[in-house]
């Protein structure tokens, strides 16, 4: 019983985390409508800044910098490359970010070569302890830092002007212009906010029971992509959900492989896109997905 | 729109026309009286000068940094033979291509560069290497540096710098039952790559499990798995007594981080590639230093004979501020197999491709001055040339983090069949 306990709280605390970076990936698209395939490297580009820092400036400002950084990054994509690209065709946007993915992740990669550099997090190896679930003390943390930014999301999209804003533009960006909002500022503040959460998620996934920054980290924004399209491709609820299907789904599929050997070994693997294909046989928009208007 | 296409092809026949040119040079192959290496038959690379050798490697893609290591110290090791007069009165000349771990590109690379070397001094990395085995069979070419996958052994041309990893594995159960107290019924998680590393690994492993009477977890990663601890939670589960691991060193770490903290005592013995001296620095440390060994064909960098003492000389020589590893003495170790061989097909009157090969297969007692861990053997294609491996453990104090703990080749080690 503790054994499933515990794959629980291990793939809750994953699915929280790529809950973070699925969410990046619905703010990018619903504020620009670009299918950021970049995603993984911005995350990667944070966490490093933060592993290279943290000997020098300590682990919180190195964080601080890191996701400041890939906040700016993430605008700095967006003004140099997406807003020019605004009109085009989201098919060209989506294979430039693959573009920008690749040479960010080749120079990251000759940065960081073949060393796994260490995230000299406080918490180190430490474990957390309750109801007999052990789990590391960085995925209770991540866990719970998920969870406020859930609730700091919810409150921005809900009460703020700037939220409010953005989710005008995002449902309608013609009529919002007219109504007097900047989609050049909504645009900017999804991007920085999603590679904030990236970067988040970032130093996290690099983070113990992971050894530390190493250029693998990028494709985890890979396992993210199933929950945010199960999710359904524009919603914030939908990709958080969706990370907690696919991080529970994973652990328990990793965790119980023994006893399912007769779908074969490496399981695990092939689990978040099972269940993303089952869910859009079910619901071809996703959970939480906008229906199409117009159906034959 | 019509211009552009005449444009278009007007380049492709310029190109054509100039790749139909491009080939050897009709002088380089015939027989050489040249001083020297005298009156031995030539061929592809070879010049009255300078005999040319391929180096097709990874210098920006997953493996680039320790692919630079071996660029640099296999350089070196040229450069020092060619000061000390060359092999055959000629010059070394080393060709580096990067293939960027790109299967298709390596192929092409050697396609471009197969007419002006006599051999290949490495083609890094699995599948790039894969693409090119069965090619440069064809041309009858010399191929070394390509891991340590059985697969190699289909090829006559191939040649494994060391055992296979699924003998590696194998000794590392025998290591297990003989060395750490192991016992009959116990298990062993082995945690592994799909492919011809990682599975090669756990055959092996399996093989060896069987025959001492133990039983084997397996667990399936992929290099995207750098959290363990769901498989760490099942291997603890099911109550595996030591751990093999087949994978690279960021799931070393990993897996190590979440035993250490889950107060899994247990030893881990990993393939020569599972290890970075980084990760000492790591979450992890603690545990590689306490739990961890790993089994290489290759004598890790801190060891003191005389083979890989020269290795690392070199290595401070040429790149003072280099990251040390098992890259070094592999890379001179390999420099070191392809030398004989070149003077095996200078002696025998051949400096041909065909003759580095036949060279390189009439070698039956090599002394590699500890590089290796025993001489070895290439003259059975399907064999590999030892089966006896370095035992080395986790260690602060050694440079490039491993110290050499033992030699070992157990009873399934040296009974392992290759079909």
Not at chain 1, 21 to 33: N, R
Not at chain 1, 78 to 99: D, K
Not at chain 1, 110 to 139: H, K, Q, Y
Not at chain 2, 12 to 36: I, N, R, W
Request: aromatic share 8%; net charge negative.
């Amino acid at each position: 019983m503790s054994y499933l306990l515990t794959q629980l709280a291990n793939g809750l605390s994953y699915g929280l985390v790529l809950g973070l970076i699925a969410v990046g990936f619905v703010i990018v698209f619903t504020a620009t409508g670009v299918l950021n395939f970049a995603h993984g490297s911005v995350l990667l580009a944070g966490a490093y800044l933060v592993a290279v820092l943290q000997p020098t400036v300590g682990f919180w400002a190195a964080a601080a910098v890191g996701i400041a950084g890939a906040a700016l990054l993430g605008v700095l994509i967006n003004a140099v490359l997406v807003r020019n690209l605004a009109e085009a065709n989201p098919g060209t946007a989506a294979i430039l970010m693959l573009g920008v993915d690749i040479l960010l992740l080749t120079e990251l990669t000759r940065r960081i070569g073949n060393r796994v550099i260490p995230m000299g997090a406080p918490w180190g190896a430490d474990r957390v302890e309750f109801a007999g679930v052990s789990l590391p003390t960085s995925r209770a943390l991540a866990a719970l830092v998920a969870v406020v930014l859930f609730a700091a999301l919810w409150f921005l999209f809900a009460r703020t002007r700037t939220g409010v804003a953005m989710r005008a533009a995002a449902a309608d960006g013609d009529t919002a212009s007219l109504m007097g909002i900047r989609l050049s500022r909504t645009g900017a503040a999804g991007w920085a906010l999603a590679g904030a959460l990236a970067a988040i998620a970032g130093i996290f996934l690099a983070s113990f029971p992971a050894p530390g920054v190493a250029p693998t980290v990028a494709l985890s924004a890979f396992a993210a992509i199933p929950a945010w399209v199960l999710g359904g491709f524009d919603s914030v609820v939908g990709a958080i959900v969706g990370g907690l299907v696919v991080g529970v789904a994973t652990a328990l599929a990793v965790g119980y492989e023994a006893e399912l050997h007769v779908l074969g070994s490496g399981f695990g693997e092939v689990v978040p896109y099972l269940v993303m294909i089952l869910v859009l046989l079910v619901r071809p928009s996703g959970l939480f997905g906008s229906k199409e208007a117009v159906r034959v | 729109m019509k211009h552009r296409t005449r444009t278009v092809l007007a380049v492709a026949s310029c190109t054509l026309a100039l790749a139909a040119c491009s080939t050897t040079d009709p002088d380089a192959a015939g027989t050489d009286s040249g001083d020297g290496g005298s009156d031995v038959e030539t061929g592809a690379g070879v010049t009255d000068e300078t005999i040319g050798i391929g180096m097709l490697t990874d210098l920006s893609g997953p493996f680039a940094a320790g692919a630079a290591v071996q660029v640099a110290e296999t350089q070196g090791y040229w450069d020092r033979v060619n000061a000390d007069g060359g092999i055959c009165g000629r010059d070394i000349e080393l060709q580096v291509q990067d293939h960027g771990y790109d299967p298709q590109k390596a192929v092409s690379l050697f396609r471009s560069m197969s007419s002006d070397v006599i051999a290949l001094q490495q083609v890094l990395g699995g599948p790039t290497s894969a693409a090119v085995l069965p090619l440069a069979q064809q041309d009858g070419m010399y191929l070394g540096g390509h891991g340590w996958a059985s697969v190699a052994l289909e090829y006559e041309n191939a040649q494994i710098p060391g055992t296979t990893y699924s003998v590696e594995s194998a000794n590392a159960v025998d290591y297990l039952v003989d060395e750490l107290g192991l016992q009959e019924g116990d298990k062993i998680g082995v945690v592994y790559f799909v492919g011809d590393f990682g599975s090669d690994s756990l055959a092996g492993a399996q093989y060896a499990a069987a025959e001492r009477g133990l039983e084997i977890v397996p667990v399936e990663i992929t290099p995207r798995d750098t959290d363990l601890s769901a498989q760490v939670s099942a291997l603890q589960e099911a109550g595996v007594q030591g751990v093999i691991l087949g994978a690279a060193p960021a799931q070393l770490a990993s897996l190590a981080g979440v035993m250490g903290s889950l107060g899994m005592d247990i030893p881990i013995i990993g393939n020569t590639p599972t290890f970075g001296p980084s990760l000492l620095e790591t979450t992890a440390g603690p545990t590689l230093l306490e739990n961890f060994y790993t089994t290489t064909s290759i004598a890790p960098y801190s060891s003191d004979e005389p083979g890989p003492q020269a290795a690392a000389e070199l290595y401070e020589e040429v790149a003072p501020d280099g990251e040390l590893g098992w890259e070094v003495p592999l890379a001179y170790a390999q420099g070191e197999l392809l030398r004989d061989a070149i003077e095996g097909a200078c002696e025998a009157g051949t400096l041909t491709p065909e003759g580095v090969v036949t060279a390189m297969r009439e070698t039956s007692d090599l002394e590699t001055q500890g590089l290796f861990a025993t001489p070895l053997d290439y003259t059975e294609v399907t064999e590999p040339p030892t089966r006896t491996v370095y035992v080395s453990r986790a260690d602060a104090d050694a440079p490039g983090g491993l110290a050499v703990v033992d030699t070992f080749e157990g009873p399934s080690a040296a009974s392992y069949g290759f079909e």
